[in-house]
């Protein structure tokens, strides 16, 4: 049988894509080195799940990207791992600057480009000397020694690191999907890099995909993506949302700590 819609009557928006229904989610977006707002952030959303205690399970869920640029990153890596301590589920997605930073331990010669984007911080941060800009190859394998030797249990925490999660019809990646590829069959390139056309063509349809890495002083919030990067290294804002049978963002500015 056919139907019609009457004149003037626009067909219904369909549902905007939900969590699965146990599931409170708190996507927490990309950190970069700023200790001072994760651990304000953490606070704020422990309150919030308190005052949202019901048959929900909470998840805190860090999209990626908690090193690199900032100056605190180990200290950022201390506070993920005590999150698991005081969160019934932590959901830890690799960035494509924890990407880079296992690189560079693997194979410093390959992986020496890291250093030009952050990985000097990071460096920092673990008391390492940070080779100099044109170093030659025994000075970048002593420095990848000599982090790999200070990361200690952080090494293991950043192996461990996924590539993508899914709760109902939301999906959670560093940078997105590649919307030419099903979800079981997507690349790395894509998933840390953001090597597609996500931005232009959006999620494959049915699906919400929160990300980060494509910062912005501002979150965007659609029924089709949620980015929650909002360049906390040089705004002083740090991002999550939280998601279950609603959406709502929860921020913390530095200018307020």
């Avoid at 690799?94 to 952050?118: I, S, T």
């Avoid at 996924?162 to 099903?182: K, N």
Wanted: charged fraction near 25%.
């Amino acid at each position: 049988m056919l139907s019609w819609l009457r004149p003037g009557r626009r067909a219904p928006e369909p549902p905007t894509p939900a969590p699965a229904a146990d599931h409170r989610i708190y996507a927490v977006g990309d950190v970069h080195g700023r200790h001072d707002l994760l651990e304000a952030l953490l606070a704020r959303l422990e309150d919030d799940a308190a005052a949202h205690d019901d048959a929900r399970q909470p998840i805190l869920l860090f999209v990626g990207d908690l090193v690199d640029r900032g100056d605190h990153s180990r200290e950022v890596l201390d506070l993920a791992l005590r999150a698991r301590l005081t969160w019934p589920q932590t959901v830890v997605l690799r960035g494509n600057h924890e990407a880079a930073l296992l690189d560079f331990v693997e194979d410093p010669e390959r992986g020496a480009a890291w250093l030009g984007f952050g990985g000097r911080q990071t460096l920092a941060s673990y008391g390492v000397p940070a080779p100099g800009a044109g170093a030659e190859p025994p000075e970048l394998h002593a420095a990848a020694e000599a982090l790999a030797a200070a990361l200690g249990a952080h090494a293991r925490f950043l192996r461990e690191t996924g590539l993508m999660f899914r709760s109902g019809d939301v999906v959670f990646a560093h940078s997105g999907v590649d919307p030419a590829r099903p979800l079981d069959a997507q690349g790395e390139s894509a998933l840390l890099w953001g090597r597609s056309a996500f931005l232009e063509a959006g999620p494959p349809e049915g699906l919400r995909v929160v990300h980060g890495h494509w910062d912005d002083p501002e979150p965007t919030l659609t029924p089709a993506r949620i980015n929650v990067d909002t360049g906390a290294y040089y705004t002083g804002r740090l991002t999550a949302v939280r998601l279950d049978d609603e959406t709502a963002l929860i921020a913390v500015d530095g200018l307020d700590l």
